[in-house]
């Protein structure tokens, strides 16, 4: 902070003692001196094409289905850790007095975006790999239970990767196990308390991050690669079944 902010503010000494205060004085200071911000007018534009197109994102899209969501969650979160890479310690300013380090402050949102990622994950791949196999679910109700989708999930892969080796779902099932442990409904790596009131996190207090992105980069591939495959095998099924229906009608037509 700037030897004139620490004179401002130390010459209202309420500000030092009550940190809501404090940082409401920090944010006034940093909207005072923020560029001009976007009419109300503009902003109701924001789900509309920006005026720059590199800063215009497809959020939908009928091809792409809901890749973008698979694919968001896991990625946001392995860009987080990935720039954090070699600056574990590194501290950020806190809102009030003192420093806190980013590895900290970006834990829980990581833990969110891996586990959101397991659970959308999963639940594709139980659709469109029942769907493959003629034994079409739909949309799993698990709701946020990433173990019972697992449950569902683990035979579909089974049936059409039967050559996957075994060790492989056991590790998709240690790392989902590990998850389930910590955070069960889905709510605690968004929430500090449940809603009755207790610890989210059930008294977990420290995560290792490389390990965690280490895990889900094996877990990534996997999944992914049985997402990949299924719609390959479909996409080769539809063309041979086209095929024959075209050699029948030929025939017929003769």
Request: charged share 25%; glycine share 8%.
């Amino acid at each position: 902070m700037k030897s004139t902010e620490n004179a401002a503010l130390t010459s209202t000494p309420c500000l030092y003692s009550c940190p809501k205060l404090h940082l409401a004085n920090r944010l006034l200071t940093v909207l005072s001196k923020a560029p001009q911000y976007r009419s109300s007018a503009e902003v109701s534009q924001m789900f509309e094409p920006d005026d720059e197109s590199d800063a215009t994102a497809v959020i939908y899209d009928d091809d792409l289905r809901r890749w973008p969501y698979i694919d968001g969650y896991k990625r946001a979160a392995n860009i987080l850790v990935e720039t954090m890479s070699g600056e574990w310690t590194r501290a950020t300013p806190m809102p009030f007095e003192g420093t806190y380090p980013v590895a900290d402050s970006l834990a829980l949102p990581i833990m969110f975006l891996y586990r959101h990622y397991l659970e959308i994950r999963l639940k594709d791949l139980i659709e469109r790999g029942s769907d493959y196999l003629s034994r079409p679910q739909g949309w799993p109700k698990a709701g946020h239970d990433i173990g019972e989708l697992w449950a569902l999930c683990r035979p579909i892969l089974e049936e059409i990767f039967p050559e996957t080796p075994t060790s492989d779902n056991d590790r998709i099932a240690e790392c989902i196990c590990s998850f389930m442990a910590v955070d069960a409904s889905g709510e605690g790596f968004r929430y500090d308390r449940d809603n009755k009131g207790n610890p989210s996190l059930g008294g977990i207090s420290r995560v290792g991050l490389r390990t965690v992105y280490e895990t889900m980069q094996f877990v990534g591939l996997y999944l992914d690669g049985a997402g990949a495959g299924i719609e390959a095998y479909e996409e080769t099924r539809n063309e041979m079944n086209q095929y024959f229906a075209d050699d029948m009608r030929y025939h017929s037509d003769g």
